[in-house]
């Protein structure tokens, strides 16, 4: 049974705090394991890579085939069925066509005193996207992963999927294809991250890593982070549905369940005015779990970590949101659009009955890769922002250096660094020395 909350009960904040404080993350210590993976790649390159695919996902492997072969795409790609093969056209175009409206402009303008100044952005040369391949095939996350960064201008782009067994999923390689992916390897976990950080005989170094994983692959990106950059260390899924009035509890009891089959530490949270809601809701959970094909993990989810909260109205409930800070959010309300105004920490929000989450993990265009864990108190979920890089640009006329350059002078004395003054000071010097010619 999942946790029920009043907020006009006494304990009421002492098992909310608890509520947000548990952890939901894989609990076992995995930092130690990772770190030997990853000094192991970068000591024997596609022998570690070989031997640990073997032994994890049973999948003998030659450095020469690592990487999937143009045949071999194509023979996969050749299984989807016409009407899949629409879908993920389909949501690749609004994921496309949502991102490109993201590319930031470049800027420069002159000050008063002379001065130029400005910004310009340019991409990553290299990124590399890890696609989860063990529980289940994600080709939108190949999707909502691939497609921002050749949006943004990513000349290489390179794909890690383990195959257990040697099963690959159709989709995700032509999801691959349809985004522009460069290479894909069919490896996976810490070592996956390692070899795209630092590189092997067979697979050359990215520059930044996207992607969501196990505990294994958090645990690498973390550590690769300063080698590389990354997106976020995403932790499971979670949604939170605020909902009054006139709802319909099959409705939102499937979008509970829609996060709670994802695994058995995700979490959903519903937030109700109406106590009778929140009971037929949960009723419509118990009814409609036994018919899903994930009915065990699901199951779990719901029974370990969802939870009810009864608020005393709309503005309580949009508070306890924002202290929360969920992933997705939902607004079943009669006004979402008034409602999403109030709500500042949320990954991705979606506004009325008609708009569940799970139609955002595939086809609406913005991305599914968000900010967990209450994350999305000070970070965003994956944009073209993520791919690219701001450099700013000054140049000085001989009058602008003489308007600001004595203030510089006397900052860097300020701080005793003396060769900073007297780069500036020589040059003033200069300049008043032709003054007075």
Known sequence: MPVTLNTSDADFEARFADMLSAKREDSTDVNDVVAAIIADVRDRGDAVLCALTARF???DLTPDRLRFSPDEIAAEVAKVS?????????????????????????ASWTDP??????WRWSAVSAAGLYVPGGQAAYPSSVLMNAIPARVAGVERLVICVPTPGGVVSPLVLLAAQISGVDEIYRIGGAQAIAAMAYGTDTIAPVDKITGPGNAYVAAAKRQVFGRVGIDMIAGPSEVLVIAEGPQNPDWLALDLLAQAEHDADAQSILIVTDP??????????????????????????????????VARDLAEAVALSN?????????????????????????????????????????????????????????SGLSVLDFLKRTTIARLTPG????????????????????HGASVEARLAQLNERAQE
């Open 400 to 419: 602008a250096l003489a308007a600001i350059g004595p203030a510089a002078v006397r900052l860097a004395v300020s701080e005793g660094l003396q060769a």
């Open 57 to 59: 996902d049973r999948l």
């Open 323 to 379: 202290r929360i800070a969920p992933e997705h959010l939902e607004l079943c309300v009669d006004d979402p659009e008034a409602l999403a105004t109030q709500c500042v920490h949320a990954g991705a929000i979606f506004l009325g009955a008609h708009t569940p989450e799970a139609v955002g993990d595939y086809v609406t265009g913005p991305n599914h890769v968000l900010p967990t864990a209450r994350s999305a108190r000070f970070s």
């Open 276 to 309: 009778a809601l929140g009971h037929a809701v949960a009723g419509a959970v118990d009814r409609i779990l036994p018919t899903l094909p994930r009915a065990e993990i699901a199951g779990a989810s719901w029974r370990d970590y969802g939870t009810i909260i």
């Open 82 to 106: 016409d009407q899949d093969r629409a879908a993920l056209g389909l949501a690749a175009e609004r994921i496309r066509a949502y991102h490109a409206r993201q590319m930031p402009a470049d």
């Open 113 to 118: 005193e002379g001065a130029m100044l400005g």
